[in-house]
T-cell receptor, first 116, second 110 residues
Framework: GQNIDQPTEMTATEGAIVQINCTYQ??????LFWYQQHAGEAPTFLSY????GLEEKGRFSSFLSRSKGYSYLLLKELQMKDSASYLC?????????????????FGQGTTLQVKP | DVKVTQSSRYLVKRTGEKVFLECVQD?????MFWYRQDPGLGLRLIYF???????EKGDIPEGYSVSREKKERFSLILESASTNQTSMYLC?????????FGPGTRLTVL
């Protein structure tokens, strides 16, 4: 079966560092994505990992361990505007093996509240 | 900038009505998707399409159908709306790695 787990809610303080974990069990794996979604808005792309290791992009970093079925999103120097939901998604392989048609499977999302 | 647009931000319909949700993308993407998003359930894939006139069922296709007559347009159809289809509907398009979402349509079925 397909299963992606992330914590439902997290709270952190402005200026701090927060790590949002994601574990997955999927029948296929062709990349892991993190999206940010502010209330009432569409999800926006944050990061993509397909190989093990850390990908850094400004204040945001994402880590992947394929053998453990585990990823995390690290947010540094938290700002109030980082209050949002963070969605973890895994792309599986399409039936015909074409990576271009693999669909994304989303976790429930983690709602992060940043407090002053 | 990639733009994915949806025909309505808010929609109110009555049980039994036929509902059309339209999605248009301007980047010549081959892959397009329809999701619904509900509290506690996250984003769930309804249908997707990887080419004109091609469609594949997602995880929750029951009660829905889709149409892709042109590459840029992907329509979601509720043949007979029911109250359990009240939800936020998100369209997305993709080429390569990145998937871009539209602003969403909040549908209420009374």
């Amino acid at each position: 079966g397909q299963n992606i787990d992330q914590p439902t809610e997290m709270t952190a303080t402005e200026g701090a560092i927060v790590q949002i974990n994601c574990t997955y069990q999927t029948s296929g794996f062709n990349g892991l994505f993190w999206y940010q979604q502010h209330a009432g808005e569409a999800p926006t792309f944050l990061s993509y990992n397909v190989l093990d290791g850390l990908e850094e992009k400004g204040r945001f970093s994402s880590f992947l361990s394929r053998s453990k079925g585990y990823s995390y999103l690290l947010l540094k120097e938290l700002q109030m505007k980082d209050s949002a939901s963070y969605l973890c998604a895994v792309r599986d392989y399409a039936v015909d093996g074409s990576s271009n048609t693999g669909k994304l499977i989303f976790g429930q999302g983690t709602t992060l509240q940043v407090k002053p | 900038d990639v733009k994915v647009t949806q025909s309505s931000r808010y929609l109110v319909k009555r049980t039994g009505e036929k509902v059309f949700l339209e999605c248009v993308q301007d980047m010549d993407h081959e892959n397009m998707f329809w999701y619904r998003q509900d509290p506690g359930l996250g984003l769930r894939l309804i249908y997707f399409s990887y080419d004109v006139k091609m469609k594949e069922k997602g995880d929750i296709p029951e009660g829905y159908s889709v149409s892709r007559e042109k590459k840029e347009r992907f329509s979601l159809i509720l043949e007979s709306a029911s109250t359990n289809q009240t939800s936020m509907y998100l369209c997305a398009s993709r080429s390569g790695t990145q998937q871009f979402f539209g602003p969403g349509t909040r549908l209420t079925v009374l």
